[in-house]
């Protein structure tokens, strides 16, 4: 609702006076359905000084009123103001309504140009300069997003933090290519490794630091197929490289299985895009350094997956027989009537 009080010629040549900078704060009440000046105060010292002293005292628990107070700082129309609408809970609620469906009309006598801030209190911790500034600073964030939003918002900035680390080249600590992100194994984890390709061990985990930007060593314990589960971290992702030992066909194998376990939402955004980032560079690594043949290359989110039944049928694929190609049915049995041969217009047709 908008009513459009009478504005009191005393109001009206003040705030043309005041625009100018000679107030520090104005305030505006309502008399007899009448906008007049309610009280006024120069300027001092610095507008957060000036602040609570002067505009606390002019609060009012049981009147409404409309505050008018000057920044230091300017724009193209001349100094900035915080426009205040004093609406304390305990005030009438008639009161409350007629300062409620005046604000427009204060806000255009006065400039709205000259209004950098808008605040409505109804106590005076929404008011104070604290409260102005928790205000200021609640405009100048982000405005709230849904739940998809936000997931969507996380997603974008991990990407572009990958991306700006994938342009740091740093000699001495990574390598980074645009097929992906490279971090530098730590000796602990290339011993490891060089003992899996000499299959004196037969289990290595591996991690990532995302602090120091390394993989790291989680351990190289021995492990047997029925172990697996039991490795594979519930809440963190992990690289995993297993030296699988079955028979296939009458034949002894050891194959090499690398397993990249990552346990779905329970990790972070970052966590599995740096995961997923290093992957390929750390197995070209592996498979270029270290001699090691990947028999067979697996990503799970659950340790409960590997069975021995699951790794043989991934190591091994059942070979299905190749299908016969499909076959034109034959047609019905018996004369399917005397071939017909069509002429062009105006020649007969003639039985064949």
Request: hydrophobic share 35%; net charge negative; with cysteine.
């Amino acid at each position: 609702m908008f009513l459009a009080l009478v504005v009191t010629p005393e109001l009206r040549q003040f705030l043309a006076r005041a625009r100018g900078g000679a107030a520090r704060l104005i305030k505006v009440c309502i008399r007899d359905e009448q906008l007049v000046l309610g009280a006024y105060r120069e300027p001092q010292q610095h507008w957060d000084q000036d602040y609570d002293h002067f505009l606390l005292p002019l609060l009012d628990d049981q009147e409404p009123c409309y505050i008018l107070y000057r920044l230091d700082s300017q724009n193209a129309l001349g100094y900035e103001w915080i426009f205040i609408s004093w609406s304390p809970d305990h005030s009438p609620v008639k009161q409350k309504m007629l300062y409620a469906a005046t604000r427009a009309t204060v806000k255009k006598e006065f400039g709205g140009g000259h209004v950098k801030y808008e605040i409505f209190g109804t106590a005076e911790e929404d008011v104070c300069l604290q409260g102005y500034q928790h205000y200021v600073s609640s405009c100048s964030g982000p405005a709230p997003l849904t739940l998809a939003e936000q997931e969507l918002q996380r997603i974008k900035i991990t990407e572009g933090w990958v991306k700006q680390v994938k342009t740091e080249i740093s000699v001495e600590s990574k390598h980074q290519t645009l097929q992906g992100l490279a971090f530098p194994l730590q000796e602990s984890a290339k011993r490891s490794l060089h003992l899996l390709a000499q299959k004196r061990i037969n289990y290595v985990q591996l991690r990532l630091d995302v602090e120091k930007e390394t993989i790291e060593l989680v351990h190289s314990n021995p492990t047997e197929t029925r172990d697996l589960p039991r490795r594979v971290p519930k809440d963190t992702p992990r690289y995993h490289f297993f030296l699988y030992k079955h028979s296939h066909e009458g034949d002894y194998l050891e194959s090499v299985v690398f397993i990249y376990s990552m346990p779905g939402y329970s990790c972070s955004i970052k966590e599995r895009m740096l995961y997923s980032s290093c992957k390929s560079r750390l197995l070209e690594e592996v498979e270029r350094d270290y001699h090691l043949e990947i028999a067979k290359k697996l990503e799970i989110d659950d340790g409960d997956e590997l069975t021995e039944e699951f790794l043989y049928d991934e190591v091994h694929p059942k070979q299905y027989a190749h299908k016969q190609a499909f076959a034109k049915p034959r047609g019905p049995a018996g004369k399917r009537g005397h071939k017909r041969l069509i002429k062009g217009a105006g020649e007969a047709i003639q039985d064949s």
